[in-house]
């Protein structure tokens, strides 16, 4: 049975219940995270926390909670969850009003819950083993704030269904000038010529905390090419290889984007080198200096 922490206890999760006038099941409002924790280690976790801090603070909901009160949380939920390989899950909402009015109401306690669960152990650097992903493409149709990790998620549950409904892994998505945005709960890389381009952050897509760890740790490899940049979807169909990254995945290499081979259709080389660099650096803080999402910063 997993065990839930919802609001100031720790629960077996079928017992952790919540208003139905909660705003996060009303309006979806609130901030979530996902952290990936291996053997009781947590992964990127400053990162994690300090983009939820920018969330809430985005949203003008004021949980002042320390990052050494998130670790706490995080430590005891994996620990009472077996400590394998788990995603721990994060989310404070705006908390249970009395009436459903779209104002921030006052004096509402935020709802803070937390639950585990399973993840694919760490990824390896292998080709032979490596999952092959594949992608449908579909023009981004979400909200104008996608930097934000709200809990309104149905943009992207929609467009995840297109894709996982022609039995893809995932969906690209591209904006109304036809560049890449990412995908629908995953960052998005492109390798050309053994660069790796990724499209810059800003208010069309998460700052991925994988993606960031990743830019960081190839910077300061430095032995691949790392670019910033707007990415056509005729790049993305030319490409050597394409790539998706999240806290679950790590670096996942796409095979095919709407039924075509990506390259000649095989994991490819440069995906090895980064994943490899990833594996050996992922939880070296004095390399990943950047990723702090403060970057969001720059967002205009
Ligand atoms: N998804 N973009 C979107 C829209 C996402 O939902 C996610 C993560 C990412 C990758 O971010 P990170 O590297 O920090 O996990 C990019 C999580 C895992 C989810 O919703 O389950």
């Known amino acids: 049975m997993s065990i839930a922490f919802l609001n100031d206890s720790y629960m077996p999760i079928t017992e952790a219940k919540i208003s ?7 309006f979806g409002d609130g901030i979530y995270e996902v952290i990936p924790s291996y053997e009781g280690k947590l992964l990127g976790f400053n990162g994690h926390i300090t983009r939820m801090q920018e969330g809430l603070a ?3 909901l004021g949980l002042q909670w320390t990052h050494q009160e998130w670790e706490t949380l995080c430590t005891k939920l994996a620990s009472e969850n077996g400590n394998g390989n788990l995603g721990i899950y994060l989310q404070v909402s705006r908390g249970a009003d009395s009436k459903r009015y779209h104002a ?3 004096d509402v306690k935020p709802t803070i819950f937390g639950f585990t669960f399973d993840i694919p152990a760490s990824p390896v650097a292998n080709k032979e083993t490596a999952k092959r992903y594949t992608v449908s493409t579909s023009q ?9 990790k709200s809990t309104a998620l149905l943009g992207n549950v929609l467009h995840f269904q297109e894709g996982y409904s022609q ?3 995932e969906t690209l998505l591209y904006n109304d000038k ?3 945005t990412e995908a629908s709960a995953c960052n998005a890389f492109i390798v050309k010529d053994s660069v790796v381009i990724t499209p810059p952050l800003d208010n069309q897509l998460l700052p991925g905390i994988t993606r960031n760890m990743l830019v960081d740790i190839l910077r300061e490899d430095g032995s691949i090419r790392v670019e910033e940049r707007p990415v056509t979807m005729d790049e993305v169909r030319a490409a050597d290889e394409v790539w998706i990254t999240s806290s679950t995945k790590e670096i996942g290499a796409v095979v095919s984007v709407d039924g075509v081979p990506v390259g000649d259709g095989q994991i ?3 995906w090895l080198a980064a994943q490899t660099l990833f594996t050996q650096h992922k939880y070296d803080l004095s390399l990943i200096h950047i990723s702090e999402p403060t970057r969001q910063a720059e967002i205009s």
């Not at 139905?20 to 009303?26: A, N």
């Not at 981004?140 to 934000?148: E, V």
């Open 268 to 270: 490819g080389d440069i």
């Open 104 to 106: 921030f109401p006052q």
């Open 58 to 60: 985005g949203i003008g």
């Open 140 to 148: 981004d149709l979400r909200w104008q704030r996608c930097h934000i």
């Open 20 to 26: 139905p006038m909660d705003r996060g099941f009303l």
């Open 178 to 180: 036809n560049e890449l």
């Open 167 to 169: 039995g893809n892994d």
